[in-house]
């Protein structure tokens, strides 16, 4: 067995000695969603207190933190692979420390710290407050550190998050998830729901305008299930786009479920709030839906497309499929195919089911086989590639407002933008109609001259 550090409230030191102490440097790699990169930020605010450093490179850390995913199988044979690549830090310098964060030290903390030899530290999502004093007992003792318990009552809603400077802000308005998805670990790793307060989320949002941002994500396992007194979501997203218009507003994740005709009103009342909703819908089938605990059919997922279409014509949509889940037929399958056709989404992540512990799908018997699955997959992308082009087709020749928000990653010459409906736009850095250079960070007006699946291409206006 190993030893385990279980940090009191006592072993806290003072601020002033903490700085004394450290100036050591730390590594942080992300890997998983949004909330990953948010709880990143969270980490950094709490280890630069302590005094330690952040760096960017991995040679000249103390300390190597892998934050983690635990959403499906993939994920997890990512950070084992990665832990492997770890070694060799490990053997030119044994006193560097590493550490496992997030989802999958909270789920696999057993497994992680007998197993894989050289993970010094296993911190779940909601004990990153005790994280600092981790890392210092550990650099001083060699002794192994683990803080996994989950919080009924965390929300680090007192942290100010170390972003790096860009237009672009995650802001993170609550956390954990109560839906129980028959197939997901969330509830597991990352507890039950509990919201920031509003008033903290919106002095946030202020700060982060004043501070030259220009588009915000809110984020949430379920941010329409936000609550705080008698205010919803709904009620959130309006202050928001009052209190700090110049910001371009989204969201992500929407549970079906909860997303009510108020969310939609709101949306479609507001020109900040962007027109674009990620609502996974996992399958077209509702048997396979009521299976999967999704608390929704088919046609009350498609009533909320069209009452959206309804108020907001332009609107996007993105969602999550599912293929392969326990018992799925080709009929259950060519159910999904004909849902995509019939909502036409604008993008989708698709993913081959993969069966996790503790969640109740895992007693289903898995009898699709992995060829089935990986064939259905395909069958998935390959639909949804031919929709998205057909999607952005229509746009060819149409006027959009984007907001530049980096160099493109394939070449200096070009930028990347992002329109209200969150698709990617790529333009000359130069604009040669009036001998002008386009620059991270302006609001520009662009025709799309071009398209592919994923990407629009345009020229700048004058």
């Known amino acids: 067995m190993f030893d385990n550090f279980i940090l009191s409230n006592?072993?806290?030191?003072s601020k002033s000695n903490r700085q004394n102490i450290n100036h050591r440097k730390v590594y942080i790699e992300t890997y998983g969603c949004q909330m990953n990169l948010s709880d990143t930020e969270i980490i950094l605010s709490l280890l630069n207190d302590y005094g330690f450093t952040d760096t960017d490179n991995v040679n000249e850390s103390d300390v190597i933190l892998i934050?983690?995913?635990?959403?499906?199988?993939h994920a997890e044979k990512r950070i084992y692979s990665r832990l492997s690549n770890l070694k060799k830090y490990k053997k030119t310098n044994p006193g560097i420390v590493i550490g496992i964060l997030g989802c999958m030290a909270e789920r696999l903390r057993n497994q992680l710290l007998e197993k894989e030899k050289l993970v010094d530290l296993i911190v779940g999502p909601d004990e990153y407050r005790k994280l600092p004093a981790l890392i210092e007992n550990t650099?001083?003792?060699?002794?192994?550190g683990i803080a996994v318990k989950l919080s009924k009552i965390e929300t680090y809603d007192d942290i100010k998050p170390v972003r790096k400077k860009g237009i672009s802000a995650w802001v993170t308005i609550m956390r954990g998830c109560d839906k129980f998805c028959s197939f997901c670990v969330v509830p597991f790793t990352?507890?039950?729901?509990?919201?920031?307060?509003l008033n903290n989320i919106i002095s946030e949002l202020i700060e982060l305008e004043q501070n030259g941002v220009k588009d915000i994500?809110?984020?949430g396992q379920n941010v329409n299930s936000y609550r705080d007194g008698g205010n919803d979501f709904a009620d959130l997203l309006k202050l928001s786009s009052k209190k700090v218009h110049s910001l371009r507003i989204r969201f992500t994740t929407s549970h079906p479920y909860d997303l009510s005709e108020k969310l939609l009103v709101t949306m479609s009342e507001s020109d900040n709030i962007c027109k674009y909703i990620h609502l996974p819908v996992q399958s077209g089938s509702d048997?396979?839906?009521?299976?999967m605990n999704r608390l929704y059919t088919v046609k009350q997922y498609v009533n909320i497309i069209e009452y959206a279409r309804k108020l907001m014509p332009d609107i996007a949509f993105s969602t999550d499929i599912i293929a392969g889940f326990p018992t799925e037929t080709q009929e259950d399958h060519q159910m999904t195919l004909n849902l995509m056709k019939e909502i036409k989404y604008d993008g989708?992540?698709?993913?081959?089911y993969s069966p996790r512990e503790?969640?109740?799908?895992?007693s289903i018997d898995d009898n699709v086989n992995e060829e089935i699955k990986r064939n259905r997959l395909e069958e998935i992308i390959d639909l949804q590639r031919k929709i998205s082009i057909e999607v952005n087709t229509k746009l060819i020749g149409k006027t959009k407002e984007i907001i530049i928000e980096s160099t493109s990653k394939k070449s200096d010459d070009f930028l990347m933008g992002r329109t209200d409906c969150n698709k990617p736009v790529i333009i000359p850095r130069f604009n040669k109609k009036n001998n002008t250079e386009n620059k991270i960070g302006d609001t520009l007006k662009i025709i799309v001259t071009k398209i592919n699946s994923a990407t629009l291409f345009g020229e700048t206006l004058i």
Not at 139 to 144: R, S
Not at 190 to 197: A, I, N, Q, T
Not at 348 to 352: E, K, L, M, P, S
Not at 358 to 362: E, G, I, P, R, S
């Open 287 to 291: 048997r396979i839906l009521k299976l």
């Open 190 to 197: 990352r507890g039950r729901e509990r919201s920031r307060k």
């Open 217 to 219: 994500w809110l984020l």
């Open 358 to 362: 503790n969640t109740k799908a895992y």
């Open 10 to 13: 006592n072993t806290i030191r």
């Open 139 to 144: 650099l001083e003792t060699g002794d192994k």
């Open 67 to 73: 934050n983690t995913c635990s959403v499906r199988e």
């Open 348 to 352: 989708a992540y698709t993913f081959a």
